[in-house]
């Protein structure tokens, strides 16, 4: 955690009062809840009122996609909904909760939507009837997970907004490790999460239009403009704020974590490591690779004995056997994807850090390749 999200949390914990409270106390709480929003507004380049808290980026994603289509007052109804095939489990889980069609967007072999199919798709679909009271979701997010790869979220928009629908984006990598922009982006409704970028663990928010009505997932008490019940987690709230506030000072440290990054990367390819996302945008800090004949298992071991924490496919779903979806999505063969491993660097590793990870892996490695020779 940023050392400026542990202080403002730490401070926090000895609020007293409930936010939604009138007397002093509460109003207290208030005034920490609402310098939180305002800084991860600005972080998030969202509107005036469109910053709803919830505990992470899953719970956002949810709340996004099944309030949407929960919510009466919406004037159009969704019929459809559209998920890139590279998305976190979360927005697969959120679609198919809502009960309706969901059809999968292909993507490249770099992991990049395919832009001429969702142009094509959403054009047939759109007339195949009257929309007049209709529409569609779609879902793409902003960065992957896995291989850190940027999606062209603003032609996504333009595509989805010329054929009427409404698009969810899921930016719990990339905030805080890219400069974006909410309303620039062209998004309806994006989910972001703290702890990606330094904050603490167990919260997050979803960020939407103003206009856009939202049914919250649990019924209780108004909270969040009756968009999520539940009191507020001030504490962890007041430590994301502060954490959106470093991350947008610290933005100017891209060139420093890709830096980094790039110099592990030269090492794994100079030992035959095939590199995921290459040749397109990528996080700074994303290194996702293949290296033939070393399983993930026994590298994430072998990195793990010398104090290097990595993982293989997703961490949130580490432990799963089955090859990640998101390289298998890309077209990478199953004995590919499982000799994959992903390692991230953030706004807190250092050139050591890479050194550390290099050694480490170079020398496991070399003793794998020179046991199989
Ligand atoms: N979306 C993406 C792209 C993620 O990487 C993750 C978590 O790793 C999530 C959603 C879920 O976020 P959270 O862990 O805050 O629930």
Not at 32 to 52: D, S, Y
Not at 165 to 192: H, R, T
Request: glycine share 10%.
């Amino acid at each position: 955690m940023r050392p400026e999200a542990l202080e403002a949390l730490t401070a926090a914990l000895s609020i007293t009062g409930n936010a939604s409270s009138v007397h002093a106390e509460g109003r207290a709480a208030r005034a920490t809840l609402e310098t939180a929003r305002e800084e991860v507004r600005a972080l998030a380049g969202a509107p005036v009122g469109g910053v709803v808290f919830t505990s992470g980026g899953t719970e956002a994603i949810h709340a996004g996609i099944r309030g949407l289509v929960n919510d009466g007052e919406n004037s159009k109804k969704l019929t459809k909904i559209f998920v890139s095939s590279v998305e976190h489990a979360a927005v697969f889980s959120a679609a198919e909760a809502t009960g309706l069609p969901v059809e999968k967007i292909p993507v490249d072999h770099h992991g990049v939507v395919d832009l001429d199919w969702l142009n094509k798709s959403l054009a047939d679909y759109t007339a195949g009837g009257d929309l007049s009271d209709e529409t569609v979701l779609v879902a793409v997010m902003l960065a992957n997970n896995e291989t850190g790869v940027i999606q062209p979220i603003t032609e996504v928009a333009d595509i989805v907004h010329s054929a009427g629908g409404l698009l969810l984006v899921d930016a719990v990598q990339a905030i805080g490790k890219i400069p974006l922009n909410f309303s620039m982006l062209g998004a309806d409704l994006m989910a972001i999460s703290a702890h990606k970028f330094g904050g603490p663990i167990g919260v997050g928010a979803l960020i939407t239009q103003p206009n856009l009505p939202i049914a919250p997932l649990m019924g209780g008490g108004g909270q969040e403009q009756n968009r999520r019940a539940g009191t507020h987690n001030v504490p962890a709230i007041a430590g994301f704020g502060k954490a959106a506030l470093a991350a947008r000072n610290d933005l100017r440290q891209i060139d420093r974590i890709s830096k980094v990054r790039n110099s592990a990367e030269r090492v794994v390819k100079n030992l035959g490591a095939t590199v995921f996302g290459e040749g397109v945008d990528r996080l700074p800090g994303a290194l996702c690779f293949s290296a033939p004949g070393f399983s993930s298992e026994t590298q994430l071991m072998s990195l793990d004995l010398a104090g290097v924490a990595a993982s293989a496919g997703s961490a949130c779903s580490s432990g799963k056997s089955s090859p990640s979806h998101v390289l298998t999505a890309m077209g990478v063969d199953r004995d590919a994807a499982r000799s994959s491993l992903r390692v991230s660097f953030g706004w807190s590793s250092t050139d050591d850090d890479a050194q550390a990870f290099c050694d480490a892996w170079s020398e496991a490695y070399t003793r794998i390749k020179s046991r199989a020779a």
